[in-house]
């Protein structure tokens, strides 16, 4: 007789740390395998263990619904671990991209080189999707935080911000890689 197939899913982490761990404490197809942390040769800041993935038996599938980044302070390391866990059991995890995955596209074509002219960064339009009444145009965003000249750096901060929906997301990542 077949075994019985058993899925977990699990979606909208967005950086989450804390969310993602309490769903692998209650999880029935994944499990933790205690590892040392590291990172490029540096350990994640405040741990001593990072655990890698690992599916609990050989009747599990595992789906990522999307949405792994943007508003915690753990979108890198949940993302390592689920790309880890997908190339160590690639017919049995299915990851998913949300709507917070799939619009980091724009950062290719709206950071590249031809793009940062003075001429595109002064003319700006503003992004049909932004309703907020408190959104800054991209040089008032720079004049406000006293940044220099326009570049790909503050372009990012001000597409995090202004147009992403996550504010903190630049500064998260930026004390996640240090």
Request: net charge positive; with cysteine; proline share 6%.
């Amino acid at each position: 007789m077949a075994k019985k197939l058993l899925v977990g899913f699990f979606t909208d982490v967005e950086g989450n740390l804390r969310h993602f761990e309490r769903y692998l404490d209650i999880s029935k197809v994944l499990r933790r395998r205690p590892g040392p942390v590291v990172a490029e040769g540096r350990k994640w800041q405040g741990a001593e263990w990072e655990d890698e993935l690992e599916m609990q038996g050989d009747n599990t599938v595992f789906v990522f619904g999307g949405d792994v980044c943007d508003r915690g302070e753990g979108d890198i390391r949940i993302a390592k671990r689920l790309t880890s866990l997908k190339r160590r059991f690639p017919h049995r995890v299915f990851l998913l991209l949300g709507n917070r995955d799939l619009n980091k596209l724009r950062f290719a074509a709206e950071l590249a080189a031809t793009e940062m002219e003075s001429v595109h960064l002064t003319n700006l339009p503003h992004p049909f999707w932004v309703t907020d009444p408190s959104f800054i145009p991209y040089p008032s965003f720079l004049s406000s935080r006293n940044l220099p000249a326009p570049s790909a750096l503050s372009r990012l901060q001000w597409m995090l911000t202004q147009t992403m929906g996550c504010p903190d997301t630049f500064e998260m990542r930026r004390r996640e890689l240090h």
